[in-house]
Every structure is written in C-alpha cells, then in structure tokens.
C-alpha cells in the first residue's frame, strides 16, 4: 500500500470550472495600458486562499488560467457532502454546525466570507470531520465583481444580499447556516421544487415576519410538531442565526460563545491535544498533488471527461453584431453561467505509481551530523540524470520531498544539509523554503517585515510604479493586480530598510523570481526556466554572476560574433531561446575551477582576498590579480592545475624561486613580437595548457601585467599575476620558496 495513502485512504481532489466576465475589446485603464484580464485578477487573488489550512475548511491545491477566461479550482475533497445524509440526530446535527462555525470563524478572521454556503459545499469524511468546500469563491472573484453570475444559493442566502448591493458581511454565513441546519432539523426540504423566481420571493417574504424565522419556516414546511419537539438551547441557536437585521445577528464567533456549544469546545481543545503526534508521516494535499500530476495526473482531462469542459465549433463563437465600442452581440452564452458540478478525483494513478515503495520511506533517517542517510542507491542513479529528467520522475521526487520536509523541519540546525542537498537539486514544491533556507532566514521574518514602513510616499514610487505594470508581463501571476500590489510593498520595503542603495531599473526583475516562489509571504528568461538558475546563484558567492554571464554568451557566441552591435541589442531584446540547464552546468564549472580571488567585487561580504588587497588604476590591467592565499591554496592541494611563470632576472630566481614554476625573464620578452616560440623551450608548458591557471610573479605589479597581456596575445588561457609580487609570497610564506642552487 501507497505510504502517503496509508492513513487516510478516502482523501481525494475535487475540480470545477467556471468563467471570469471578458472585458470589452480595446478598452484600456487610467495608466493607458489594456486592462489586466479578469481570469488574471482572479488567478493573482487566488493564490492566498492556497495558504489557509485549516480542519474544518478544504485547502485549495491549484487555481489554473486557461483559454477564453475559463478558471479551474482545484480543491482537496475528503467525504460526501451534507445532502447525500439523512436520518441525522439531534446531537450529530449541532456537532456538524459546530464545527462549520469553526470553519467560518477562522475564514472571518482572514477577513473572508464565504456567501457559498449549502448543503452541497459541507463535506463530512468517514471519520465525521466536516470541512467547507469552495469557501474561497466570493473573494477569489473580488466579491463576485470579475464574474457575470451571482455568488450564492438563493434558498440559503440571506435577505440583506438581494437587497444591498455591497459587500458581504460574515452574517450572511451566519444565516445560511441556520438555514442549513432548520432544514436538516425539521427532517424536510425546505421550499422543495419551486422555480428561482418563487424561491426569491419567499426569502424576501421573511423580512416581514413578525415571529421566529424557524418557526415560520417549520409551519410552511408542515413540521410545526418536529419544531416543538426540539430542545430550547437549539431553537435559540438556530433563531441567533435567523435573525431578519444583519445588526440583531450574531457572527460566527459569537455564535461559538451559546451555551450549546460549551461541551463540544472542551471537547475540541483536548483531542486537539491529543492529537498533536498523530499521523506525522502523512503527506500533506499539496505534494499529493505535486505527485499525482507527475504520475500521469491532469484535472482538465477528468473535467472533459466529465463533461464540465466542451469544445465548441468555431461557428458557433461567432457574434451576430460587433459595435466600434468592441460590444458583441448574439445568442447568450450559457458557457459564463456557474456549473455547480464537481469531478472527484480519486489517488488511484499515485497509489499504483508508488504502491512498491516501503511504508518507512515516509521519513529519512538523519544522523546527529545531519547527514542523510535514505534510497542512496535510487538517488545517486537519479542524480546522474538531466534535472529536466529528475523533475518528471515521480519516485524520486517523493524521497527528494520527504527529505527536505525532514531538513526544513529543524532547519537551521539543518541548514549545511540542506545546502549539500541544494547541490544536487531542489524539488519545486519547496523551491522557496530551501532558498530562505539557502539565505540564512531565521526569526519571525512576518513581524520584521510588518514592521518596515511601506505606505508613506517615497522619491522613488513613481519609478516603481513604472516599472512594475510593464514588466513580468509573461507571468500570469505577477502580471495580476495582487502579483503588482506584493511587488510594489517589497521594492519599497527594500527601499526603506536599504536607506544606503538607491532603487534602479532591473530591481524588480531581481525580485520577480523571489515574490514568485514566496507569492504568498511576500527578468529577462521565462519565470519557470530562471528558478533552476537561482538554485545556483544562492548556493554561490556574488562573483558568480559574472560566470553565468559569461555560459550565457558562450551559447550566443556564434550568433553575436557574426552581428553588429545593433543586431546584438535587437537579438538580446528579442530573448533569444537559451538552454538553462546547459547555462548552470557550464557556470558551475568555471565557478569550481576558477579562484575566488580572480572573481573579486568590490563590495562582497565575508571577501577572501587579504586585509592590504589594493586594486589596480581602472584601466591600467586588463588581467586578473591572484591573492596569495588561493596561489598557495593551488600550490598545496592541485599543484597539477598550477603553471607558475616567474619573471625576474636570472640571478634572482636562482637565490629563491618557487618550487617548479619556470623562469622567462621580462627583460628578455619582445612585447612587440606576440609569438609564444619567441619565450624559448620554457613556453612548452604554456602552449600544451589547457585546464591550468597561469600565475605571473615577478618584482613589479606593472611589469607583471604587461607580461600577462603579452602571454594573452599569443593565446595563452588561464592567465593571471600574483598581487604583491615575490615579496608578498615571501613575507606570507617564506618556506615555499628555495634557492635553485
């Protein structure tokens, strides 16, 4: 049996479908630019409904942007909903409403209404837990603004919504839930069969009742015996949620404060208690999703399937009237009305997939050095494949996820593991763990950041605001107007909390990929492709930069080199197709076998040059300068990789010169005659180099350099000078250097 499947074998996905309302053709907004599509708007709000957990609400898995404003919601769908069950008691029905209180309590504490209440949006599981399914509809759709229908079952839904066109308050949900529980309370359907219109008229006939709202509905109903038969203590819960003024209604989280509910919160309290070890080795929804889709798994084949999404012939799209204003008229499309129906998909196609792997391999065995120790063989033969490869390969990615789940969990006591991992690759689904991870984060972050002042008007606001509409447009995610209000707060954060940098025009492509990863805590190649590179970049110091440069115009080398220098802007504006994996495998490389010295900036942290490093006149040296520290670093541990080129006059190398460099004069060098068979039988080792670093010593920083740019002419790679010359290595260790005679 599937170890991620083990303790809970009924969890499963529910999909559905709707369409966000199309703007009008050519209509622009105030800053002159098209307006921002409301299937993106709806996408960018979504992303923070993916964040709520909670057991009484179910969590959102994927919200997907697909052709013609269509929106698909992927949600976790554990159970049956409340109106596949009947014969329910007393007791049952005031714990169901119980926990759906708590359900809409936590929501009204993220300041979220649900309006969706029904019968068919509370899910009960097998083990009697109740969980709100698409509780996130009202505010993914910006208070049902972004779509053309109505948000809400008009049975259930109270009064003050037909009348009020404002926004929601959480007692609508308070009444629809007494509504919920009269009906299940009374054993019958109310207002059963009748038509919308009808159904309209008699919630609007409510307001002028002059009784209770239950008991008025147990008379029409013809339950007026099961309503007296009911104990006093439910008959207030359910009239403190019927109440006809929104202001005589009690909230969610006053309603959890009746009497009747006093037993079922200590109840909740001490098995929440209890259950605090239970079921630790459970995968959680997002990575059986992650899974799932790797195993084969896709929602809009199974919403096809079932018949939630149909292609229709193009003929029939076609409009009978278009006017200038870009209005279409013709036959009502009932496509943009909501379907109710949800496709339940089962774990079956991830159950076969990982049904051989054992029930331990749920947690990897981390020893007191944090080493792990689990599947060496299936990970070091998967670790030999391309990323792309390592990414769709559903086996391996779950001992990845496990693995960092169990790393991130102590992290930072973690932190050296995680980067070892971090070198061979990082799974997506916690891709943005790992990088806070990789950067040192630590401490409340949220109250930090809370605590930067992001509202008051700063010299560079106009700038920022700019810069972010025109940008990212390729990403469905920052192009939305949640994706450019998180952006903006970061830049001016960083602006604020950086008084000594000024904001710049690129800052918010360097941003992007973070706000992308982290969208919901708060750029030249496509989003999707730039995270592979970043894994890499964070594991680096900030000399590593340049040597992506550097892969990236190794792969446009022959494009670049047959254009001039306007073809070359045009070809970098028009992004030419870059192989990204290629691009960090060669970065790596030169990273490792260059010095870190050679790479120096300026303004790095924690630099590994020495304390008296002086840099060169700007344009005095076209060669690098090697410290002394990574000379002796290559002398010491790859000798093999080291040609040491001393250039002083024949008596002074023979009273002290280090061990196997080769000595080439400079008074014997015509600089005019760039031949490397002028150099003598000593330029053999520099004309067979292919791998070694070449390192100039000699008297005089200037003479040193112009000898390197002499060896560089007549094509020698891998050249540099010593900084400080032979009296610098002399004074840091004098024991290298010996006499030739």
């Known amino acids: 049996m599937c170890p991620a499947l083990l303790e809970n074998e009924e969890r499963r996905f529910g999909g559905m479908t709707f369409f966000a309302q199309s703007h009008p053709v050519e209509v622009c907004g105030s800053n002159g630019l098209p307006l921002t599509p409301n299937s993106i708007t709806i996408y960018g709000k979504s992303q923070f409904l993916k964040t709520i957990h909670h057991p009484n609400l179910s969590t959102y898995l994927d919200i997907i942007r697909s052709k013609h404003e269509r929106i698909v919601v992927v949600t976790e769908y554990n159970g049956d909903p409340l109106k596949s069950k009947e014969n329910l008691n007393t007791d049952y029905i005031i714990k169901i409403a119980f926990q759906c209180l ?6 009204n504490e993220l300041d979220l209404v649900h309006r969706h209440l029904s019968p068919e949006n509370i899910l009960i599981s097998k083990c009697e837990n109740v969980q709100l399914y698409n509780f996130g509809l009202y505010y993914m759709t910006d208070c049902g603004k972004n779509v053309s229908f109505p948000i809400g079952y008009p049975k259930y839904t109270a009064p003050e919504v037909f009348l009020s066109p404002g926004v929601s308050s959480p007692k609508v949900d308070s009444w629809s839930l007494g509504m919920i529980i009269a009906e299940l309370l009374l054993e019958k359907p109310i207002w059963p069969g009748i038509k919308l219109s009808q159904c309209l008229r008699k919630v609007l006939s409510l307001i002028h009742c002059e009784t209770s709202v239950f008991e008025r509905l147990a008379r029409e109903t013809n339950c007026y015996n099961t309503y007296k038969n009911l104990p006093d203590r439910v008959k207030d819960f359910v009239d403190c949620c019927l109440q006809i003024h929104p202001s005589k209604r009690k909230i969610p989280r006053e309603l959890l404060k009746l009497p009747i509910f006093e037993e079922y919160l200590i109840k ?11 079921n630790v080795t459970t995968r959680k929804m997002d990575e059986l ?6 195993a084969g798994g896709d929602i ?13 012939p193009p003929i029939l799209s076609v409009p009978n009237l278009v006017i200038l204003l870009g209005q279409m008229f013709g036959r009502r499309d009932t496509a943009g ?5 949800v496709v339940k998909v089962p774990l079956d196609t991830l159950h076969q997939r990982l049904s051989h792997i054992p029930y331990t391999a749920n947690y990897s065995y981390l020893t007191n050095q944090m080493r792990v120790k689990s599947q060496e063989d299936l990970i070091d033969a998967a670790s030999q494949l391309p990323l792309i490869i390592r990414e769709r390969d559903t086996e391996y990615q779950f001992y990845r996820i496990v693995l960092y789940d169990r790393l991130l969990q102590v992290y930072p006591i973690t932190r050296e593991a995680i980067i070892e991992e971090a070198h061979k690759d990082i799974p997506p689904p916690v891709r943005g763990a790992v990088w806070a991870a990789l950067l040192g984060i630590t ?24 810069d972010i509409p025109r940008c990212h447009q390729y990403s469905e995610l920052l192009s939305s107007g949640a994706g450019h209000e998180r952006l903006q707060r970061l830049l001016k954060a960083w602006v604020r909390n950086n008084p000594h940098y000024v904001y710049w025009q690129g800052l918010d492509s360097l941003t992007a990929p973070f706000l992308y990863l982290n969208f919901n805590n708060e750029d030249v190649f496509p989003l999707h492709k730039i995270l592979h590179l970043w894994d890499k970049l964070l594991l680096g110091d900030s000399s590593f930069p340049l040597l992506v440069g550097l892969a990236i115009l190794k792969q446009l080398r022959d494009s670049l080199l047959t254009s001039g220098f306007n073809e070359c802007i045009l070809l970098f504006s028009d992004l030419p197709e870059i192989d990204i994996e290629l691009c960090v495998k060669d970065s790596m490389t030169m990273y490792q076998n260059t010095p870190a010295s050679i790479t120096y900036r300026k303004h790095q942290f924690n630099q590994p040059k020495d304390m008296n490093w002086s840099d060169p006149e700007p344009g005095t040296e076209k060669m690098p300068r090697i410290s002394v520290d990574d000379f002796l670093d290559l002398l010491d541990h790859s000798p093999e990789r080291l040609i040491a080129v001393d250039v002083r006059n024949n008596i002074q190398f023979e009273r002290g010169a280090v061990v196997g460099s080769i000595n080439i004069p400079f008074s014997s060098v015509q600089l005019s005659q760039t031949h490397i068979d002028t150099l003598g039988p000593h330029a053999k080792p520099l004309v067979e180099n292919k791998n070694s670093v070449v390192v100039i010593i000699g008297p005089h920083d200037q003479n040193n350099a112009l000898f390197a740019d002499f060896l560089v002419k007549c094509g020698v790679i891998g050249v540099c000078s010593l900084q400080g010359g032979i009296s610098t290595l002399r004074m840091k260790s004098p024991n290298v250097i010996v006499a030739a005679r």
């Open 102 to 107: 708590l359900g809409l309590q936590y929501m």
């Open 268 to 278: 909740t309290q001490k098995e929440k208690e209890e259950s605090t070890y239970e």
């Open 289 to 294: 999703y992650y899974l799932w889709q790797l």
């Open 300 to 312: 809009t084949v199974e919403l096809k399937k079932q018949g939630l999404i149909r292609s229709r």
């Open 337 to 341: 009305l909501l379907d109710l129906r």
């Open 443 to 466: 401490g409340d972050i949220q109250k930090r950041y809370d605590m930067i002042d992001k509202e008051t008007p700063t010299h560079t606001d106009r700038q920022i605001e700019v």
